[in-house]
């Protein structure tokens, strides 16, 4: 196993059809929009250092629910419901191709992977089962 894929828990990504492969190929990890928290490094380290992958691909995609919520308001949501705010952001974007970037930034800037030049980045399209690369720059 030499690939872990960074991408988001919504339910209508069936990443095994959507990329071609068999259970136990890769490791898949999901959040909500596949982004790159300190959670996601964790998971990235463990897969590394103990697993032995060697590539990451960071996959976001279109329609994606993240995008739709207002971090601020969110919170707020979040704070009246539990009392406080919480400790972690919930890391909302508008653009999936540039909250792909981001996360690249988050990996190729990490001290605790090994691994990160062999980093690729894409969009999904969940009408069209399409990906498209997305640059580092």
Known sequence: MAIAVVLCMDARIDAHAAFRIEPGEVHLMRNAGGVVTD?????????????????VMIVHH?????????????RDQLAEFAGFRPTWAV???KDPTESVKESMRRVASSPFLIHTHELRGFVFDVESGLLEEVSAD
């Open 91 to 93: 890391q909302a974007f």
């Open 39 to 55: 959670d996601m490094i964790r998971s990235l380290a463990i897969s590394q250092h103990a697993l032995g992958t060697r590539e």
């Open 62 to 74: 279109t329609d994606c629910g993240l995008a739709r919520l207002q971090e601020d308001a969110f």
